[in-house]
């Protein structure tokens, strides 16, 4: 093989070479979704006036970071669709600890170029208080942390799908509904801020199964998985699920599913609902931003 006889995808031949019916179609549809796309964002920069528009902050995802190679692959695939859903966007990846890039090297990356910090952590606590915004103060550029994930009912249509999949059926008889039950099983924190969210979300999850809804912790708060499963079969629940209230797995979600009587369902992941709720949170912190700069113009 050479250079001047490159290699041939024939995956749309069918045997003998002829070309399958359709394939010249659907490469077309690929071409004109490309083609639709980059238009849009294009246009996306261009004012009703036919002026630009100022390029759009860049959204920096902050993952946390884990040793679990399967957490860094589950932040790149989460942060491939949000690009997908926003083409004309800029999105990059910062971890506060353990992975590459580190948030403040991302950051530094960025030089003065505006940016939103969306967490990708479920609640309030130290890291959404203290570690991102001194890390986008200390990059002295025009940086805007976004809130937190949680609580939302996006979050809860991702824990509502994943419980789906691990074999949670909503259609079940009475008898069923009585003996059921689901421990939300999350990370924990010592911010009492994180347990509110927590359980907030916990309440709007059982407002969807229509069972009761136990929060649970894999370290610094109570009650742990396993106690919890003990509290609600005191009350004659005795098929406990166990809704994974991680970002991605780790070594929390893994020692969580475990300790699980029943099914355990797999972490919120890049699930699509989860791609739609950080650009949420980012276009609520653009939005904040132009209000303030408004408010700031008005009183000058």
Not at 154 to 179: F, H, K, N, P
Not at 194 to 222: F, I, K, M, N
């Amino acid at each position: 093989m050479t250079a001047s006889n490159p290699p041939r995808d024939e995956s749309h031949l069918r045997p003998g070479g002829q070309p399958l019916r359709g394939a010249h179609l659907d490469s077309t549809a690929q071409l004109m979704n490309r083609i639709t796309s980059q238009l849009g964002s294009q246009l996306s920069l261009v004012s009703l006036d036919g002026t630009r528009r100022p390029a759009p902050p860049a959204l920096v995802i902050v993952a946390h970071g884990s040793r679990d190679p399967r957490a860094l692959a589950t932040v790149h695939a989460l942060a491939e669709r949000v690009r997908e859903l926003r083409p004309h966007l800029p999105v990059h990846l910062g971890h506060i600890e353990l992975n590459e890039p580190l948030l403040p090297d991302t950051l530094a990356s960025l030089g003065d170029a505006r940016a939103v910090l969306v967490p990708l952590l479920l609640s309030r606590g130290y890291h959404v208080k203290h570690d991102i915004p001194e890390a986008a103060a200390a990059a002295q550029a025009d940086t805007r942390v976004a809130a937190p994930l949680g609580p939302h009912p996006l979050l809860v249509e991702t824990l509502y799908s994943r419980l789906a999949e691990a074999g949670w059926r909503m259609r079940v008889s009475d008898a069923e509904r009585r003996a059921s039950a689901v421990v939300l099983a999350a990370a924990g924190s010592r911010d009492p801020d994180s347990a509110v969210d927590t359980r907030r979300t916990a309440q709007l999850l059982a407002e969807r199964l229509g069972v009761p809804v136990l929060p649970a912790y894999a370290s610094a708060a109570a009650p742990t998985v396993s106690a919890a499963v003990r509290a609600l079969a005191a009350r004659g629940r005795h098929r406990v699920a166990v809704a994974s209230y991680f970002a991605a797995p780790g070594r929390f979600a893994t020692e969580c599913a475990e300790a699980a009587p029943w099914i355990a369902a797999a972490p919120l992941g890049a699930h699509p609902a989860m791609a739609r709720l950080v650009l949420h949170r980012y276009d609520q912190a653009v939005a904040a931003s132009g209000t303030a700069a408004t408010r700031a113009l008005a009183s000058a």
